[in-house]
């Protein structure tokens, strides 16, 4: 499906050329005004007609009926924080066009991307689905997520708790002030969606809003797909099982914390030859997930390094590691906005388990408003369908 986008995304470069869209400048905040917003440069006005054939061309048929709205899209650039120092982040703003109200906000987190040109700001290059929400009626931002965009030349800290809360809080606030700057009205209603590593970018985001009334980002409700909440969970069972069938996100996890936390390990700690020198060339934001699976095992007693891979199970081995990521699962905290965890039974490469695990804590710690979906039989790649078709109506029911 991938490739029969490329035709798809032309043809709607073309269209926004057609139908004479403003192709703005950038919009410089001048001093002291915003902490957060840098710029937003417009990419051009899609018409509906053009979303409905480029969601039929991307496989998102189901989704058609509820596009109703022309929409602006935005590069959006703002300032955040990574390893304690401020960048310039990146990320998509989507703003429809003649809703009879004032919309609502959604704040919505992609999948684990690998290559550089599917970051959201590179739309339409990039497109993971859900820029159709502006279509759908919503003030929708999409952070890039720190490694990719504006930041490609950092490494993307994946998994990493504090980092992707921040992605996804500062740029909600910088596109307030961009709204309010531009006099473009929204009303009290915010939304976070999120699928895959945007499912744990989601909850982290949430975790972070509702422990944090300075933030003023009060939730309306959230909607979480088949994140790893349970990492160390996660992990335990890849060292177990004997084949896994994503072998490129465990390099994407152990270079991301080996770089955030300063570790400086060579990736000949983690893996074996060949696999450990081909790494840095497979994760220069060249290639995408499916190129770099190909060039992988899906044997992790393969793939990893004999020792490491014994460490994995030794209860004192890879104790750094084991400490960060028990810090960076999302367990220990007690969602408040009504949250939807959705997950595909048979997903092979983010565990069920995982969310059943972080619903049975938050149910005991006194969650009262989370409910688990589970998706009978659905994989990884499948199961985000039902989830937003799932999503949608719940949202629109929400946003009185």
């Known amino acids: 499906m991938k490739k029969n986008l490329l035709t798809w995304r032309w043809?709607?470069?073309?269209?926004?050329?057609?139908?004479?869209?403003?192709?703005?400048?950038?919009?410089?905040?001048?001093?002291?005004?915003?902490?957060y917003f840098v710029s937003a440069k417009s990419l051009g006005t899609i018409p509906n007609e053009a979303l409905q054939v480029y969601a039929t061309a991307a496989g998102f048929t189901n989704f058609v009926a509820y596009l109703d709205y022309d929409v602006e899209f935005f590069e959006f650039v703002y300032n955040t924080t990574y390893k304690g120092s401020r960048v310039q982040a990146s990320g998509l703003l989507c703003i429809?066009?003649?809703?009879?109200?004032?919309?609502?906000?959604?704040?919505?987190?992609h999948g684990t991307i690998f290559a550089d040109a599917d970051a959201p700001s590179n739309f339409p290059a990039g497109f993971s689905g859900f820029e159709l929400f502006g279509s759908v009626g919503y003030v929708t931002v999409i952070p890039d997520f720190i490694g990719y965009g504006t930041t490609k030349d950092l490494v993307h800290p994946y998994y990493d708790e504090e980092h992707s809360a921040a992605a996804v809080v500062d740029m909600l606030k910088a596109a307030r002030f961009y709204l309010q700057q531009q006099q473009i009205a929204t009303n009290d209603n915010l939304f976070l969606v999120g699928y895959s590593e945007g499912g744990y970018v989601t909850l982290a985001a949430q975790k972070e809003m509702e422990a944090d009334a300075d933030h003023d980002l009060e939730l309306t409700a959230v909607a979480a797909g088949a994140g790893g909440y349970d990492l160390i969970g996660m992990m335990n069972t890849i060292a177990t099982v004997p084949t896994y069938v994503e072998p490129s996100f465990l390099p994407l996890i152990l270079h991301g914390y080996n770089v955030t936390y300063g570790w400086n390990r060579p990736f000949t700690d983690f893996f074996q030859q060949p696999y450990a020198g081909k790494l840095p060339g497979l994760l220069d934001g060249t290639r995408d997930r499916e190129q770099i699976n190909s060039e992988l095992t899906t044997t992790p007693s393969q793939l990893f390094a004999p020792t490491f891979y014994a460490n994995l199970s030794s209860p004192t081995g890879e104790l750094a590691l084991k400490q960060a990521l028990t810090q960076n699962s999302l367990l220990d905290w007690?969602?408040?906005?009504?949250?939807?965890?959705?997950?595909?039974?048979?997903?092979?490469?983010?565990?069920?388990?995982?969310?059943?695990?972080?619903?049975?804590r938050f149910r005991a710690q006194g969650a009262t408003q989370v409910t688990l979906h589970p998706i009978e039989n659905g994989t990884h790649r499948t199961s985000i369908?039902?989830?937003?078709l799932d999503v949608l109506p719940w949202f629109e029911s929400l946003n009185q």
Not at 96 to 108: F, I, L, Q
Not at 334 to 360: I, K, M, N, S
Not at 385 to 388: A, D, T, V, W
């Open 385 to 388: 369908e039902p989830m937003m």
């Open 96 to 109: 429809p066009k003649g809703t009879p109200g004032a919309p609502a906000m959604v704040s919505a987190q």
């Open 334 to 360: 007690t969602p408040q906005a009504p949250t939807r965890l959705y997950h595909g039974t048979q997903d092979e490469a983010v565990f069920y388990q995982t969310t059943v695990t972080a619903y049975d």
């Open 11 to 35: 043809l709607v470069l073309a269209l926004v050329v057609l139908s004479s869209c403003d192709l703005s400048d950038d919009e410089e905040p001048t001093p002291d005004e915003n902490e």
